[in-house]
């Protein structure tokens, strides 16, 4: 969860900069419409998933996954396909499509994949896991 949460800050943080940069986003306190606020969620949950499954099925790692020592595999100990690891995360970005309901659905996958992460004792693999036939290791 650590590694997540380093990643889809360091993945927002870019974005930002991104955007204030190429003068897509004010830099100033201006208030986004609602139009404008759904387009960057959006824009925003599609970089992160393409970051995370990319990442992951290249190298096994995300950055903060290889500064913590973990990587991703499939079950049988396989490198991670594309696949795989696109099925893994796609909940976790999924809420942005639905207006209104989309962050409390961001705020509950990950807390999902979470606490099905803790019961799994000893593997620890979450929902997501399960669902894309991988696993966290050490690396």
């Not at 290249?58 to 290889?66: L, N, P, S």
């Not at 049988?76 to 690891?85: F, I, Q, S, Y």
């Not at 593997?123 to 399960?130: A, K, L, M, Q, T």
């Amino acid at each position: 969860m650590g590694a997540y949460i380093l990643d889809l800050l360091a993945v927002n943080v870019a974005l930002v900069v991104i955007g204030v940069r190429s003068g897509l986003v004010s830099s100033t306190a201006e208030v986004m419409s609602q139009d404008q606020a759904y387009i960057a969620g959006v824009v925003s949950s599609v970089v992160a998933l393409l970051y995370f499954a990319l990442l992951e099925a290249a190298f096994g790692q995300t950055v903060a996954k290889r500064m913590l020592g973990i990587r991703v595999i499939m079950v049988d100990g396989t490198r991670a396909t594309l696949r795989a690891t696109s099925t893994r995360r796609v909940l976790f970005f999924a809420g942005m499509l639905v207006p209104l309901v989309g962050v409390l659905f961001n705020f509950a996958v990950p807390l999902a994949a979470l606490i099905t992460a803790i019961q799994d004792e000893p593997v620890g693999r979450g929902f997501h896991d399960r669902w894309a036939g991988t696993t966290v290791i050490e690396a």
